[in-house]
T-cell receptor, first 112, second 116 residues
Framework: DQQVKQNSPSLSVQEGRISILNCDYT??????FLWYKKYPAEGPTFLIS?????DKNEDGRFTVFLNKSAKHLSLHIVPSQPGDSAVYFC???????????FGTGTRLKVLA | GAGVSQSPSNKVTEKGKDVELRCDPI?????LYWYRQSLGQGLEFLIY????????KSGLPSDRFSAERTGGSVSTLTIQRTQQEDSAVYLC??????????????FGPGTRLLVL
């Protein structure tokens, strides 16, 4: 049972445009969410996070939005750059635990 | 070290053999995690260490899998009698402290295991 879902396995975006990566979850007891970026042959690197008490968190070109009623998380990258091309994983942490539950990832390709 | 390191980076083994995967966490990080990523799958939690103890082994897929951590630092994940379905990338992560807000998990580059 996949509790965290990334339904788009891939996404292509033109350089300079907005990239929107989506993540849906089923467990209402998740209270912290994160996005990680992964380049080939490297481990995932932390990008941005959001607590369930917030609906938006921004860090430079990266903004994460949380819609708790829809159980939906999204990552916006503006403007997209070729170096952003990577696989993006969303992760959720159930309340009172330390476990990261990851989605299956979305491969973003930013076209120059 | 500057980051989490793992060795070997790649391992090819024959079905039935045992393998050991090593993780060196970031110095000072008390929490250590093992995940695996099978082809086309997300990262699957395996086991977590707080110091040298493993409060949660629930993610280990079978009793062929075991892990230990010594000196609050290096961890070894051992897979006995490997099977082809064990083929995956095994990722280690560490965080400063325990708990969801105890610190972001920092990942190593992973060990790519192929069981023939």
């Amino acid at each position: 049972d996949q509790q965290v879902k990334q339904n788009s396995p891939s996404l292509s975006v033109q350089e300079g445009r907005i990239s929107i990566l989506n993540c849906d979850y089923t467990n209402s007891m998740f209270d912290y969410f994160l996005w990680y970026k992964k380049y080939p042959a490297e481990g995932p690197t932390f990008l941005i996070s959001i607590s369930s008490i917030k609906d938006k968190n921004e860090d430079g070109r990266f903004t994460v939005f949380l819609n708790k009623s829809a159980k939906h998380l999204s990552l916006h990258i503006v403007p997209s750059q070729p170096g952003d091309s990577a696989v993006y994983f969303c992760a959720a942490i159930p309340s009172g635990t330390y476990k990261y539950i990851f989605g299956t990832g979305t491969r973003l390709k930013v076209l120059a | 070290g500057a980051g989490v390191s793992q060795s070997p980076s790649n391992k090819v083994t024959e079905k039935g053999k045992d393998v050991e995967l090593r993780c060196d966490p970031i110095s000072g990080h008390t929490a250590l995690y093992w995940y695996r990523q099978s082809l086309g799958q997300g990262l699957e939690f395996l086991i977590y260490f707080q110091g040298n103890s493993a409060p949660d082994k629930s993610g280990l897929p079978s009793d062929r899998f075991s892990a230990e951590r010594t000196g609050g630092s290096v961890s070894t994940l051992t897979i006995q009698r490997t099977q082809q379905e064990d083929s995956a990338v095994y990722l280690c992560a560490s965080s400063l402290d325990y708990g969801a807000l105890g610190g972001t998990q920092y990942f190593g580059p992973g060990t790519r295991l192929l069981v023939l």
